[in-house]
């Protein structure tokens, strides 16, 4: 069945016959009544029968009938979203673990109160995960990792860069200070299954000098990592936003990976299907990441600022 089709058998019916439906639609009659032969062809049982001079529908019709006009109505509905831009519809985003448990809920509150026709399904995963579910359109975008090798293929994905995630090392309090993996003093290393970006990047970070974590104890929840790395089990890398969460992140100690943790987040689409959904969700993801830049940005100043009257010195612009 084509929308066509559907248009012309609902216009014989409103008009009460063929000769009235050709006028209203502009066409022939000889067309008319061609198009209704050949839906009747393609659904194999007739639509009308003739009263004296009267089509009557049958009761195949009289089934057909609502369902042309939920389509024609569905159909006009969606012209009219795209032709508005208006977000609408389903938008199933993936998201990292950490992703999902710091930004995101305050971001997708506000997005729901904005866009309430936009149905949001979300799911979590790996960066490596993620990326196959968007290559296979199981999701229509999602929030990953930079990967090791760089982002994804520009051939197949669009992205932009939202978030910058400050990746430190964490490890029982009263660790020694952590400047390259000889000074970790634990062999295990506590992380996400394969497939995490930050996982990728802490592997790399211990070959980059020759070492290898004598075991991984792999698990699914930066709230067990953390919990894990403070009974003394090993040391792990998560992003400093997901510790400023932790209840338990005072019984770990954190240090710095330098640029080494300096990672960016994405926000990732396959290429030719961007809606306007999910520029909605960019629009508001930027913007909330403007903030939070300029927030970071103003606490900078006043650390600063109050480092300076205490010393002593000038803290003019």
């Not at 305050?106 to 979590?124: D, F, I, K, M, N």
């Amino acid at each position: 069945m084509d929308l066509a089709a559907l248009a012309i058998f609902r216009a014989v019916v409103r008009e009460n016959g063929v000769t009235r439906a050709a006028a209203k639609l502009n066409r022939v009659q000889s067309n008319v009544t061609t198009r209704i032969k050949q839906l009747e062809d393609q659904l194999g049982t007739p639509l009308f029968t003739r009263d004296g001079r009267r089509l009557v529908l049958t009761p195949a019709g009289e089934t057909l009938l609502p369902y042309a006009e939920r389509l024609l109505a569905l159909a006009d509905e969606a012209r009219h979203a795209l032709k508005a831009g208006t977000p609408s519809g389903r938008l199933r985003l993936g998201a990292m673990e950490s992703m999902a448990a710091t930004r995101l809920p305050g971001v997708l509150a506000r997005y729901h109160q904005s866009w309430p026709e936009v149905t949001l399904e979300l799911e979590t995963g790996t960066t490596d995960r993620l990326i196959e579910r968007l290559r296979e359109f199981e999701v229509d975008a999602a929030l990953i990792a930079t990967p090791l090798a760089g982002p994804p293929d520009a051939e197949v994905f669009d992205y932009v860069r939202v978030y910058r995630e400050d990746l430190v090392m964490i490890t029982p309090r009263g660790h020694r200070p952590i400047r390259a993996p000889g000074d970790v003093a634990l062999s295990t290393l506590v992380a996400f299954e394969r497939g995490c970006a930050y996982r990728n990047y802490v592997e790399a970070w211990y070959l980059e000098h020759g070492i290898r974590p004598t075991r991984v104890l792999e698990l699914g929840s930066y709230h067990a990592i953390v919990a894990c790395v403070a009974a003394g089990a090993g040391v792990a890398v998560a992003p400093r936003s997901v510790l400023d969460l932790q209840r338990n992140a005072d019984d770990v100690a954190m240090h710095s990976l330098g640029k080494s943790g300096q990672i960016d987040t994405l926000l990732t689409w396959r290429r030719g299907h961007f809606s306007p959904a999910l520029d909605a969700l960019k629009t508001a993801l930027l913007e909330h990441a403007q903030s939070e830049a300029e927030a970071r940005a103003r606490g900078e100043t006043t650390e600063t600022t109050r480092t300076a009257k205490a010393e002593g010195l000038p803290t003019g612009a």
